[in-house]
């Protein structure tokens, strides 16, 4: 389930819930260093998924310490044993449960990070390979629309018997994904004359798409945040801490974990955050017990 709602997640730049206050950057660090090293992929939650990060999964995250049972339900979901479980997906009111190779995750679709909306709903094949998921409604026709800065997705798979709808907030898009979804559906900017790329305005992060703009204040997100521009193809504005790395850098030396935060490197020492070690797990690296 976790890797088909990334997938979604990716593909879409959904929201995870509305604004909150500006998180604190050692905060944030710290933080998507243990919620990485549970979940698998530090440099992931540290860079493109760090703005995502609500100042109440942070503070919950921070609190769990090593505890990734903790940290999981911080983020709205569990993973417990299920040997009798049916294999699938289904809804408990807005929850989700699938069942799959004897575990039962839950999804608390109403807080989960990794929701695309505040209820589950459930259909064959509603959400492209799922029976159900967690999302903003049904639909019946691939459509979107824009009502006062929220963008509504109609996605119809093929053969699929009803739709899924999905809603993002569109006046708060957290991260480049959703910013660009939006300027995609033109919801939430301005038209006008503008080249198709990023772009970094301040600490705007300034999309166009289609002579459509839409701005993100990078420092709203997180403490000490800015855009920055890596040069690397169009789209290469992000909101983020510098320009010193690239997600795919992160290594082990000894008990240190180097690696890549919003395009600044940083450095931690797992043991001093009470885990064993540095080191890799199901090839991802991060803090290990």
């Excluded at 093929?158 to 300027?183: K, M, N, R």
Aim: charged share 20%; net charge negative.
């Amino acid at each position: 389930m976790k890797a088909r709602i990334v997938c979604l997640l990716v593909a879409l730049g959904c929201d995870s819930g509305g604004p909150g206050s500006v998180v604190s950057k050692d905060d944030a660090i710290a933080a998507c260093v243990r919620i990485g090293s549970c979940l698998g992929g530090v440099t992931a939650w540290c860079s493109a998924w760090l703005p995502r990060l609500q100042p109440d999964q942070v503070s919950c995250a921070l609190a769990a310490e090593t505890d990734c049972t903790a940290i999981g339900e911080c983020l709205g979901f569990s993973y417990v044993a299920g040997p009798s479980c049916t294999p699938g997906e289904t809804c408990d009111g807005d929850t989700l449960i699938e069942c799959s190779d004897g575990v039962r995750a839950e999804m608390d679709c109403t807080r989960s990070f990794y929701s695309l909306g505040d209820h589950c709903v459930a259909g064959e094949n509603i959400a492209r390979g799922q029976d159900a998921a967690c999302g903003a409604g049904t639909c019946t026709e691939s459509s979107s629309r824009c009502d006062e800065g929220r963008l509504q997705i109609c996605d119809v798979a093929q053969d699929a018997t009803v739709g899924f709808l999905y809603e993002i907030d569109c006046t708060e898009p957290t991260g480049f994904g959703s910013a660009y979804t939006c300027a995609m559906y033109q919801c939430g900017g301005s038209s006008g004359t503008c080249d198709n790329g990023s772009s970094c305005d301040g600490n705007d992060l300034v999309t166009c798409l289609n002579d459509y703009e839409l701005r993100v204040d990078c420092s709203r997100q997180v403490e000490g945040g800015s855009c920055f521009d890596s040069g690397r193809g169009i789209f290469s504005a992000y909101c983020g801490f510098d320009d010193a790395c690239t997600p795919t850098d992160v290594a082990c030396d000894g008990t240190l974990l180097t690696f890549c935060a919003a395009g600044e490197v940083q450095t931690v020492d797992c043991q001093a955050m009470r885990y064993g070690g540095c080191g890799t797990i199901a090839d991802s690296v991060g803090c290990v017990p």
